[in-house]
Antibody, heavy 122, light 114 residues
Framework: QVQLQESGPGLLKPSQTLSLTCAVSGGSISSESYFWSWIRQPAGKGLEWIGRIYTNGRTNHNPSLKSRVTISADTSKNQFSLKLTSVTAADTAVYYC??????????????WGQGTLVTVSS | DIVMTQSPDSLAVSLGERATISCKSSQSVLDSSNNRNYLAWYQQKPGQPPSLLIYWASTREFGVPDRFSGSGSGTDFTLTISSLQAEDVAVYYCQQYYTTPMYTFGQGTKLEIK
């Protein structure tokens, strides 16, 4: 079973860049079985898809985050990363990485990391 | 964007009773080319990440008890728990994946024991 674990700083100041890494075990991020997403959840609120990286390195992201999002992968370490620039308090959330299963053109978040809380505060 | 709206926001049901959660999408998530509804349900227990319960509106994920069932098509969907157990206390989210690469979730329904 694929397992994921997020890591990264938990406290940022406004305007800084959020950087998180997701370590994957039980499967290779280079395989075609899954693709790799970031999802976030502000405290007491719902889930927001941030973006995804595919096996070929192509990425997609939520248009609501405009050009602040960069997702990359390091196949040698079997991990993928998220960078979110110019953070504000509105970016305070639990950030999850997930393994997406693509079936008939639709993506399902089948496996999730435990999540990591990122707080943006001056 | 497709907006997903769940009702109710919270629900209290007695143990052993039926729980029903509704999810409506702002536009159809039925792909007529394959007759599949791109609608999933997730369960999030306190302090845990969400876990996939149901996809294609009615297909249970591996290991999900058969007291969980999903139904509906087009824009209107329902998650039913036929006999509520204590371990079912959670927040439930519907998700549309019709607009993959992007998917969107409902706001969640908090299910508690009465």
């Amino acid at each position: 079973q694929v397992q994921l674990q997020e890591s990264g700083p938990g406290l940022l100041k406004p305007s800084q860049t959020l950087s998180l890494t997701c370590a994957v075990s039980g499967g290779s991020i280079s395989s075609e079985s899954y693709f790799w997403s970031w999802i976030r959840q502000p405290a007491g609120k719902g889930l927001e898809w941030i973006g995804r990286i595919y096996t070929n390195g192509r990425t997609n992201h939520n248009p609501s985050l405009k050009s602040r999002v960069t997702i990359s992968a390091d196949t040698s370490k079997n991990q993928f990363s998220l960078k979110l620039t110019s953070v504000t308090a509105a970016d305070t959330a639990v950030y999850y990485c997930a393994a997406d299963l693509i079936v008939f053109g639709g993506a399902l978040a089948r496996h999730w990391g435990q999540g990591t809380l990122v707080t943006v505060s001056s | 964007d497709i907006v997903m709206t769940q009702s109710p926001d919270s629900l209290a049901v007695s143990l052993g009773e039926r729980a029903t959660i509704s999810c409506k999408s702002s536009q159809s998530v039925l792909d007529s080319s394959n007759n599949r509804n791109y609608l999933a349900w997730y369960q999030q227990k306190p302090g845990q990440p969400p876990s996939l319960l149901i996809y294609w509106a009615s297909t249970r994920e591996f290991g999900v008890p058969d007291r969980f069932s999903g139904s509906g098509s087009g824009t209107d969907f329902t998650l039913t728990i036929s006999s509520l157990q204590a371990e079912d206390v959670a927040v439930y989210y519907c998700q549309q994946y019709y607009t993959t690469p992007m998917y969107t979730f409902g706001q969640g329904t908090k299910l508690e024991i009465k």
